[in-house]
């Protein structure tokens, strides 16, 4: 990339090259949604033993339609964390976020009793950097409102080609929650029988969790200067 934006192209080279290789394994015969739901898709049984699914399942990805999504998240919203946070915070953020927000959308969607017996609750398998990237989200807002700042930059050019993706993605984010299908506050907070809301889903946590960062970013920012 251009600005060099190193962090975005490695987490983007992760994200594609698993997409590849869980494709290349399924035309060879095996049954992917099996395979990720025993290996590498985050569920209960992460918590019982199978810690490492934290971690992968944040880079998992089977249908196209969902890396193309999430590429082009990273890519807006990555370039831009990479730009105003710089790489360290970046991916401390994009890490805490999707760990965390898998977490939470246990959590709603099983309750806490699933610690003590992960037969306590059948979710299915979460993956996708869906939850990271909507840290990223929550963090930028913060950074955006706490210096007033326009992310974009004064550039026509860069408001080109910002804008699309990011209005891209919020949108097709909200669209799988029911947007222009349902009512804004079944959209938001699934309180339709047949609606899963935003704020119930690991998007929601990761947004959650994203603000939460970025006000400590932006705490730890004020006390580093004004001890100068």
């Known amino acids: 990339m251009r600005n060099n934006y190193l962090v975005t192209s490695v987490l983007l080279s992760i ?82 976020s999707g760990l965390l927000a898998q977490t939470y959308y246990l959590a709603v969607f099983c309750g806490v009793d699933l610690l003590i017996d992960v037969n306590n609750c059948d979710m299915g398998s979460v993956f996708g950097a869906s939850t990271s990237i909507w840290g990223l989200i929550g963090a930028l807002l913060v950074y955006s409102i706490a210096h007033k700042k326009d992310l974009f930059g004064s550039s026509i050019r860069s408001t080109l080609l910002y804008v699309p993706l990011i209005a891209i993605y919020i949108v097709g984010t909200l669209m799988s929650h029911g947007l222009f299908k349902e009512n804004l506050l079944d959209v938001l907070w699934g309180f339709g029988p047949h609606t899963y809301g935003f704020m119930e889903h690991g998007h929601g946590g990761g947004f959650i969790i994203g603000v939460i960062l970025g006000l400590l970013i932006m705490t730890l920012r004020l006390n580093k200067y004004s001890y100068r």
């Open 15 to 96: 994200n594609i090259s698993v997409y590849i290789l869980l494709n290349i394994l399924a035309w060879n015969g095996i049954e992917i949604d099996s395979f990720v739901k025993a290996y590498i898709g985050f569920d209960p049984q992460a918590f019982h033993g199978a810690y490492w699914k934290h971690v992968t399942a944040i880079f998992v990805h089977v249908e196209f339609h969902h890396i193309f999504g999430n590429s082009l998240g990273i890519l807006a919203f990555g370039t831009l964390s990479e730009k105003y946070f710089g790489k360290r915070i970046y991916i401390l953020v994009y890490i805490i």
